[in-house]
């Protein structure tokens, strides 16, 4: 699997962006993913993960209610729909590939392969 999110950029508290997690090997179907994220200075942590199937989703406490995430296994992409941002939600945001993951985790070590990241600024 090759992981590459997209999607980031500067957005004002309150408004939305979509994080877009693609894999170019079109194996992602084999997968759990997730989606972490990482402040300056901070560790990496977790945000939401979705199951092989999209049929199970768990999601970071903070972020409940306001990210919704889902995949498209025809299209081998995995989405995170971010509403209501708030200047916190501030970092560089990550998707993460659990090989033959038996259910979504909120594991880090769990996952195997990562993306890049694309960076996510909310400006009160």
């Known amino acids: 699997v090759q992981l590459q999110a997209s999607g980031g950029g500067l957005a004002q508290a309150g408004g939305s962006l979509t994080l877009s997690c693609a894999d170019s090997?079109?194996?992602?179907?084999?997968?759990?993913v997730g989606w972490f994220r990482q402040a300056p200075g901070k560790d990496r942590k977790f945000v939401a993960a979705?199951?092989?199937?999209?049929?199970?989703?768990v999601y970071e406490d903070s972020v409940k209610g306001r990210f919704t995430i889902s995949r498209d296994n025809a299209k081998n992409t995995v989405s995170l729909q971010m509403d209501s941002l708030k200047p916190e939600d501030t970092a560089r945001y990550y998707c993460a590939a659990d090989w033959l993951a038996p259910r979504a985790t909120t594991v880090i070590f769990d996952y195997d392969y990562w993306g890049q990241g694309t960076q996510v600024t909310v400006s009160s």
């Open positions: 979705v199951s092989r199937s999209g049929g199970e989703t």
């Open positions: 090997t079109r194996t992602l179907t084999k997968y759990g």
